[in-house]
């Protein structure tokens, strides 16, 4: 079809002829709220560089979780802060750890919201890597039973999914194992499939306190330069068992989301990271741009890349958004 026979433009003017042709949908159903509990009472420390989030005490994440599912977010993730930390992680799999203890509350405090636990070591290991060290290096095998355990706790506290972001090669299968035969069949898996070693993590290391004390994350999460190796890894966490796969971050990946969205027909969640949403606000702050609207833009363009649900830092934010429209 060539102009002057095809004029894509008469579609176009007027909004009821946009809505009719729109081919991709935000809703609130997609929105997953991430959250950081720490322990104490009354507690609400601000994260400066992730303006509107807090590291939370227990009573506070009850608040924040019943305002979010009031607005419709049927989901929240929640990170741990613990107060001890040493090198085998042994705060993440403690009966009475920050997570388990948070998980608990929720779900005796907050009806109809699903509760998702991050599943990884680094913000409880003293050395702040994801499995635990050997030397200079980060032991795949000795660290599954602990993320294993990790996970197994965190459902028995209560957890409706557990999502394991690690990178650990062979852990949703050892995840899964342990679940089955403890009794919890029925609780899924969301692996953090792909996920890339990103500048992006930068504010979510301060806001959780997991930076690594040495080294960086390369020798376990993925190069940026790859996409065909995302396809292997989504594969292999598909044969082991994973309900959702993940891919992270979002914005800088949309072209890893839309090739497995092709390869993969589970559905898929994006982590649209602490380092696209302090980039929006400190951009919006400094008058640069609208935040708003480039907030709304990206979760559509995230949704479009095909993402079924996005974890996102602005999930309140958008939900107001969605409901004025
Ligand atoms: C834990 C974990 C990280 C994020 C989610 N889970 C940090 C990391 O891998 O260094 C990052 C989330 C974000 O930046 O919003 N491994």
Known sequence: MLFPDYRPRRLRQNENFRRMIRETRLSVDNLILPMFSVEGKGVRNPIDSMPGHYQLSVDNVVKEAK??????IPAVMLFGLPDRKDALATSAYAK???VQKTVRTLKKKVKDLVVITDVCLCEYTDHG?????????????ASLDLLARTALSHAQAGADMVAPSDMMDGRVAEIRDALDQNGFASTPIMSYA?????????PFRQAAESAPKFGDRRTYQMDPANSLEAVREVAMDVEEGADIIMVKPALAYLDVISRVREEIDLPIAAYSVSGEFSMIKAADKLGWLDGKKIMMESLVAIKRAGADMILTYF???????????
Request: charged share 35%; glycine share 10%.
């Open 194 to 202: 792909a996920k890339y070693c990103s500048a992006f993590y930068y």
């Open 129 to 141: 890597h994801c499995g635990v060290v050997e030397g200079d290096t980060i032991d795949n095998d």
């Open 96 to 98: 009475d750890g920050i």
């Open 67 to 72: 305002a979010a599912r009031d607005m419709g």
């Open 315 to 325: 999930a309140k934010e958008a939900a107001k958004e969605l409901r004025k429209d």
